[in-house]
């Protein structure tokens, strides 16, 4: 038997945004490469993969993995933690295609 819910026991909100996930080690890894990168530099997306134990030669897990980071980058670029750039220049991680470069955000939002 189900209570219906009630004040004390809302039950959940119907337009409520479920939280952004958090993958905690991939964040580490995005802040810990860009900080070590320095200010005006960029880290590689590779170098970070390669750094939570993934290998290029595993193809099926190396892109799940890149694609765990390019997630969490997007969580990052949204707080506006990081910025994404392909070709030296920011860009929507959402609508870049290929190689993207991932550096700290400085205060205006430039790398």
């Known amino acids: 038997m189900t209570c219906p ?4 026991n809302p039950g959940p909100e119907p337009d409520a945004a479920p939280a952004p996930s958090v ?3 991939v964040r580490a890894a995005i802040l810990q490469h860009c ?3 320095g200010p005006g530099k960029s880290a590689d997306v590779s170098a970070i993969a390669q750094a939570l134990g993934g290998k290029p030669a595993d193809v099926v ?4 993995l890149i694609r765990r980071i390019r997630a969490e980058a997007a969580t990052m670029q949204d707080q506006g933690l990081i910025v994404v750039l392909r070709k030296g220049r920011p ?3 959402r609508a870049a295609k ?14």
């Open 5 to 8: 819910p009630d004040e004390a």
């Open 23 to 25: 993958d905690e080690p």
């Open 35 to 37: 900080t070590a990168a």
């Open 61 to 64: 897990p190396w892109r799940a």
């Open 91 to 93: 860009v929507d991680i």
């Open 98 to 111: 290929g190689v993207i470069r991932l550096a700290l955000a400085a205060g205006d939002g430039r790398p």
